[in-house]
């Protein structure tokens, strides 16, 4: 997607010169320092590297990799470096193929792995500054390096089924392989797994855990099973049949087990049973059939998860947990669903219990209700590309999928919670604009402030650990959301959701630094960027905007209107 590459380009160029002029700045005397390096293509990978990340690897779009060892300073092309230690353990050049991702070890922050699309990938110790070239019999698929020992990897590959009649190998699974000294060599482990992950983290530990524990969906001739191995497979136990997909999230280990027809249930094992023993999800609608369950967060000790009668409703329920993890509460009954992180919701970073959401308006969630009923219309799938599509051939159902669709993007509306979800409410609307002008919405008129979360929207709402209480989103005034993108601002919270500010007049890609000491916006435009485009940046959680042209001729300083 166009408008995706474009925003992943500007956002990764922020970040770097986010660093730039931080760094500047702490010079005595210093102005704002820029350099610019011309690459080969659009960003698509960005990996700092180091202990002080003063190391800099980026991977382009025609999968070039650039180094810089001076915070981005100067880049210097290391891909033909990469080939030449490639040619060295190959007969054909051919077989080396190009770097498709770059992965830094939890294990060890100087170690990299370089995975390539062919038989070769690259290990370096020291940030890229030297690599060895490693070959073997199989392209990898994913790739999980263990998370406490640097030497072990787990990757797959596609299972190649030669013989049609082998009722053992099935199409669509993957082989799984280990290494235990860093990539030199490898042996297969598993058949026909479909997902599988490390337990392994210090939480563990302390509880007597295996260090080398992992869970793998597998599949038998009859069903998918959840098995766990602490042996690499050598022995292995069933834990979850007919299962169709897990979910490890800190301590929690969900499982969706298929059911009657296409009715799912949730199963969750927790660190208190090792991980070893499930029980069902209880809900407070027993009579509710689920047909698709996606977990949301569990970074606090409760459980956010949606719920949709059919797996391709535009919205389904959003339920949050008691701290057991099994006993569920309603907290929104209309939550907007996501085709990729399955629903329009944010946990604010930072903060605990702070989550935001884009819900159906009551009134039009009802009435959504009633339309379905009434015309008997299977919903939709809910997608990104189809929101982007602007035309349809016409037929009596592309045109109720078009109504539909029309309907419920302009009656999307945005809410808050500071309690893990037991209130929610609207979004406090600012008094003034980014100009000083009064903005005429107030909650008492039915005025509120409405951000697009992650659907939608090409640029994501933003909040860091780091920078706790500072929150950065694209959004309009009103009484719903505006899907028009000239009505869309760029709104700012210093208090992790409580009150607003209009930071920016249209759409601007954003990043954060220095514990939110540093803000940086540069306008989005999705045809091209402007070589006299501004980029604002503000030291004072935007009460003092300043502006860099890309030329890096003059700083324009935009003060704001009191």
């Known amino acids: 997607n166009a408008k995706d590459i474009i925003f992943n380009s500007m956002r990764l160029w922020c970040i770097w010169l986010l660093a730039s002029l931080w760094r500047a700045a702490c010079e005595e005397g210093a102005g704002v320092l820029k350099s610019f390096y011309k690459l080969d293509d659009e960003i ?165 855990m295996p260090q080398d524990r992992i869970f793998a969906l597998t599949r038998t001739p009859t069903q998918d099973v959840l098995v766990m191995t602490d042996d690499f497979f ?35 094992a927790t660190v208190k049973n090792r991980f070893e023993k499930f029980y069902r999800a209880v809900f407070p609608d027993i009579k509710l059939k689920m047909k698709n369950v996606h977990i949301l967060d569990s970074s606090e000790g409760v459980i956010f998860l949606l719920t949709t009668r059919k797996p391709t409703a535009p919205f389904g329920r959003l339920y949050v947990s008691d701290s057991t993890g099994l006993r569920f509460r309603l907290a929104l009954k209309s939550c907007l669903r996501s085709s990729v992180r399955g629903a329009d919701f944010a946990k604010i970073q930072g903060l605990e219990g702070v989550y935001i959401a884009n819900i159906l308006e009551k ?53 808050i919670t500071f309690n893990k979800g037991s209130i929610w409410k609207l979004l406090e609307p600012p008094k003034t604009d980014s100009k000083g002008k009064k903005t005429r919405c107030s909650l008492s008129d039915g005025c509120s402030l409405h951000l697009f979360l992650y659907v939608d929207t090409t640029v994501p709402i933003l909040s860091q650990n780091s920078a706790p209480g500072i929150v950065l989103a694209t959004g309009n005034l009103g009484k719903t959301r505006n899907p028009s993108g000239s009505m869309r601002r760029v709104y700012m919270s210093r208090d992790g959701g409580l009150k607003w500010t209009e930071a920016a007049k249209e759409e601007h890609v954003y990043e954060v630094a220095d514990h939110g000491g540093l803000v940086l916006m540069g306008q989005l435009d999705t045809h091209v960027l402007c070589v006299d485009t501004c980029l604002l940046y503000t030291s004072d959680a935007a009460d003092d905007m300043q502006c860099v042209d890309l030329g890096g001729r003059r700083i324009i300083k935009k003060k704001k209107k009191k």
């Open 44 to 208: 698509q990978e960005t990996v700092w590297c180091g202990d002080d990340n003063s190391v800099i690897l980026v991977r382009t779009e025609s999968n070039s990799v650039y180094r810089s060892d001076d915070h981005g300073d100067t880049f210097v092309r290391i891909t033909k470096k990469m080939h030449k230690s490639a040619e060295q353990i190959v007969d054909n050049s051919t077989e080396i193929g190009e770097v498709t991702r770059i992965i830094k070890l939890e294990a060890d922050n100087k170690i990299l792995l370089f995975v390539g699309n062919r038989g070769v990938f690259w290990i370096s110790n020291n940030c890229g500054k030297s690599m060895k070239a490693l070959n073997k019999e199989f392209m990898i698929a994913q790739v999980r390096p263990h998370p406490t020992d640097p030497n072990k990897l787990l990757a797959t590959a596609v299972q190649n089924c030669k013989d049609d009649d082998d009722d053992l190998c099935f199409y669509g699974t993957h082989s799984l392989y280990l290494t235990e000294n860093m990539g030199e060599t490898w042996r297969q482990v598993a058949t026909n797994v479909k997902q599988f992950d490390w337990l392994f983290d210090f939480v563990q530990t302390f509880r007597g």
């Open 234 to 268: 050598k022995t292995r136990t069933a834990l979850v049949n007919n299962c169709l997909e897990f979910r490890l999230r800190s301590t929690y280990l969900f499982a969706i087990k298929g059911f009657k027809g296409d009715e799912v249930h949730l199963l969750v």
């Open 363 to 415: 009134n039009a969630a009802r009435e959504y209700e009633r339309m379905m009923e009434k015309d008997d219309v299977e919903e939709e799938e809910w997608v990104e590309e189809e929101r982007k599509e602007s035309t349809y051939f016409w037929s009596p159902r592309s045109q109720k999928r078009k109504d539909t669709r029309s309907f419920i993007i302009n009656n999307v509306q945005t809410v």
